[in-house]
């Protein structure tokens, strides 16, 4: 009798299969990604086209135009991220983290843009601390609920309990997926960018990710460490840094997005060149009424005001965003001088730039910043 003996696969083939793998995954989502910008820039591109024809465009025509572009932007900053995931060499701080905190602050932030979009989030939370970056747990769980956002119209229910069987905390969130409103796609995609850049934060994270879907009803699991788990791979009491400024420098910024409000051009081309290098949204406005009106929808991370909009109106301004969101970063321009500074927590002291060093402090004063939020 004979048999046939099976050699388990060798290390260098597994390699080389785990490399076509690789490369296979990365080759979908490339044209996964000209697929998402191509809809919104062949849309901007007919409201163009319509408007070269007839030489006008409404104001709803135009908000329209502007969100088509806004998409495809965001589409390409999610392309960037997702290649940074890709290159490694992250630099991760484990922390010890307040979960709920964290969630209730990133809702907080997007209350508008959830508003103005009509869909209501309803967060139910059991205080509980977890062991992550703190700056990823930031983006992780924008990045969650950007996709949620793109995948509803109602409701998102986001809860937070601990599964005391695997001794993890889990951030779960349910949704009823939407009608995409087409004959050939009824149901939106659901396996977009956002949802792969969700992927690869949870993977670089080392967290526990899940998704189910039964029928339109849509469950997505996160799963994180225990600050209890004595035994949690890679961690022991004294790596774990209680607090957030040990990760200060390892902020992920890129994607952040900030808004410039400047009357002169010349200071908006400053400024831009001066951030151009570290991966921002920025946009610019030229009086403190459009950062009004291009606030309303949804705050960024972040505004930088030029100096010579001193005023009530800005500080009204500043104000009712301060009253939602506690703490938001505001840097100002001063007209002269090369010195600066960073805002303290009493909001006494605020982060300021003289105009003499943009190129060299705004930079830096920016991160500090970001990070104190992020």
């Known amino acids: 009798m004979s048999a046939t003996i099976t050699s388990p696969m060798s290390i260098p083939a597994q390699r080389t299969l785990a490399s076509q793998e690789d490369g296979v995954r990365w080759r979908n989502l490339i044209a996964e990604l000209g697929a998402e910008i191509a809809h919104p820039l062949t849309l901007a591109l ?18 329209l135009l502007r969100e088509e ?21 992250l630099a991760q701080s484990r922390e010890r983290v307040a979960l709920h905190d964290t969630l209730q602050s990133v809702l907080t932030h997007r209350k508008r843009e959830m508003d103005a979009r009509g869909i209501t989030v309803q967060p139910s939370a059991t205080p509980v601390d977890v062991i992550v970056d703190a700056s990823l747990m930031f983006s992780l ?4 609920l950007d996709w949620a956002l793109s995948q509803t119209r109602s409701a998102i229910d986001l809860l937070i309990d601990v599964d005391t069987w695997k001794g ?4 779960i969130c349910r949704f009823e997926q939407a009608d995409a409103g087409t004959p050939a796609s009824p149901i939106t995609p659901i396996d977009t960018l956002a949802w792969r850049l969700l992927e690869q934060t949870a993977l670089a ?31 022991s009491p004294v790596d774990i840094d209680q607090g957030f400024d040990s990760s200060i420098n390892s902020k992920p910024l890129a994607g952040s997005h900030v808004v410039v409000i400047a009357s002169r051009r010349s200071m908006r081309s400053r400024i831009r ?71 303290d927590d009493s ?28």
């Open 205 to 235: 994270m080392q967290l526990g990710l899940t998704r189910q879907v039964n029928d339109r009803q849509v469950a997505v699991t996160l799963e994180f460490a225990l600050p209890a788990n004595a035994d949690i791979e890679g961690v």
């Open 273 to 343: 060149d001066a951030l151009q290098h570290m991966g921002l949204i920025v946009d610019m406005v030229a009086s403190i009424d459009e950062a009004i009106d291009f606030c309303s929808d949804g705050l960024p991370h972040a505004i930088i005001v030029e100096g010579i909009l001193q005023g009530d109106r800005l500080e009204r301004f500043r104000a009712d965003i301060r009253a939602e969101v506690p703490g938001f970063p505001f840097i100002d321009i001063v007209e002269e001088g090369n010195e600066f500074n960073v805002s």
């Open 168 to 171: 993890h905390a889990r951030l």
């Open 69 to 89: 572009i806004e998409t495809a932007r965001q589409l390409g900053m999610t392309a960037q991220l997702l290649a940074r995931f890709a290159s490694a060499g």
């Open 141 to 144: 769980l924008n990045t969650l």
């Open 347 to 374: 909001g006494i002291e605020r982060a300021r730039v003289g105009q003499d060093a943009i190129e060299a402090a705004l930079p830096s004063v920016l991160m500090f910043e970001l990070s104190k939020t992020l």
């Open 46 to 63: 007919e409201r163009v086209n319509a408007l070269t024809s007839s030489g006008q465009i409404d104001r709803a025509g135009l908000r």
